[in-house]
């Protein structure tokens, strides 16, 4: 995310024709009870982000699901997505290489 003054820019690397208007979400009130999905993109190197990251969340007092792309050529799957949706408060996505 970039940030030009008071306006927030998401960049979206997907390749879209017309840009997707997109409502800030809330940031989380805390992580203490709270389930954090750390979605792999399956790039060298990732999971070693997302393990030192899931320390780091769990010291913190949140839960951690792990999930994994099967190829960082594509995007994650949408039954993927839904799952993450649905049993996650927020997700974390490594890139990395």
Partial sequence: MSSNGNVHVILDPTGEQSVAQREKVARLASLEGTTIGLLDTSKPRGDIFLDRLAGQLESRGATIKRYKKPTFTKP???DL???IATE??????????
Avoid at 88 to 97: G, K, M, T, W
């Fill in 81 to 83: 997505r839904q799952q």
């Fill in 76 to 78: 994650a799957p949408f």
């Fill in 88 to 97: 996650c408060a927020a997700v974390v996505e490594a890139l990395a290489d």
